[in-house]
């Protein structure tokens, strides 16, 4: 008996989760949601990406009705301050000075549509620490411009890398896309 064709959709503009989710050979579609992401002065990380990965999932749902939707939203936090994604150079630099010889947390939530409605959200930690960072450290960073759009104003999997002193947690999670519970989801649901 022949599987049932299911569409899968990500409903992200992330290059980092479009990279990742192909790694797996999984057939998607790639939708760019449109959503607010300010975050409430006094709202938990959990709470933020949790909210944000929602409205990203649910965006891509009423486009796609009858599709599986999968959604995610990153954050780094440290010294109880979210360092979301970076818009301008001197909030780069102030960034990587506060997370310069520092650990600090990346939290994703990952969110996922069934085709008949239900949706499910899990959450993956990841602890990354920093070596201390000098001026020329944070200079050669900038001029690679990796830090736009970046949560916490890096790409671990680019030029910074070589910032990380340890990471405790998933790797592919700090890239902005858990793959231990994204495979786990599709399979659970016959997607692979």
Request: net charge positive; glycine share 4%.
């Amino acid at each position: 008996m022949e599987k049932k064709k299911i569409n899968l959709i990500l409903s992200s503009s992330s290059k980092n989760r479009i990279f990742l989710l192909k790694k797996i050979k999984v057939p998607f579609t790639v939708f760019e949601p449109s959503i607010n992401e300010d975050f409430y002065p006094s709202e938990s990380p959990i709470k933020l990406v949790n909210r944000l990965s929602l409205q990203k999932g649910i965006k891509a749902k009423e486009k796609y009705k009858n599709a599986c939707i999968i959604s995610a939203d990153t954050v780094v936090y440290s010294r109880k301050k979210i360092i979301d994604k970076t818009a301008s150079i001197n909030e780069a630099r102030l960034n990587l000075k506060l997370l310069s010889g520092r650990r600090h947390r990346v939290f994703t939530s990952v969110t996922f549509f069934t085709n008949s409605n239900k949706y499910f959200q899990y959450i993956c930690q990841s602890i990354v620490k920093f070596k201390l960072l000098d001026e020329k450290d944070i200079d050669n960073y900038l001029t690679t411009n990796e830090w736009k759009g970046c949560s916490g104003s890096y790409a671990i999997q680019g030029y910074a890398e070589a910032f990380v002193d340890m990471i405790s947690g998933s790797y592919s999670n700090v890239v902005g896309l858990p793959m231990n519970i994204t495979y786990k989801i599709l399979k659970n649901n016959n997607l692979l």
